[in-house]
Nanobody, 123 residues
Framework: VQLQASGGGLVQVGGSLKLSCEIF????????AGWFRQTPGSERDFVAA????????NYVDSVKGRFTLSRDNGKNMVYLEMNSLKPEDAALYYC?????????????????WGQGTKVTVSS
């Protein structure tokens, strides 16, 4: 299984970006997926996760109401739409796929990771 994240870039405070993650190797439909982010010297932090069918979506409190996670099982894609971006949202964003169908906030539940896409927010 391989994951490829894209869509990062430089955006001004208050701006928007949409991250995409394509999963290769196995159909996404049976598995949960998530987004995490990491800044230099920090742990990899949970951002959002979705169950296999999109029925359960969880967000870290700091992004609720601003970020929207979605998935398209037919295309093996997971998305993270980010609005009203703040300087503290700047990070390297990783998509990941679970080994089961639920969602999880714990990085160690995810055996498959993409390479990361960088989000920079300028003030």
């Amino acid at each position: 299984v391989q994951l490829q994240a894209s869509g990062g870039g430089l955006v001004q405070v208050g701006g928007s970006l949409k991250l995409s993650c394509e999963i290769f190797g196995r159909p996404l439909s049976n598995y949960g997926a998530g987004w995490f982010r990491q800044t230099p010297g920090s742990e990899r932090d949970f951002v959002a996760a979705v169950s296999w069918n999109g029925g359960v979506i969880n967000y870290v409190d700091s992004v609720k109401g601003r970020f929207t996670l979605s998935r398209d099982n037919g295309k093996n894609m997971v998305y993270l739409e980010m609005n009203s971006l703040k300087p503290e949202d700047a990070a390297l964003y990783y998509c990941a796929r679970l080994k089961y169908g639920g969602g999880s906030r714990r990085p160690y539940d995810y055996p498959h990771w993409g390479q990361g896409t960088k989000v920079t927010v300028s003030s």
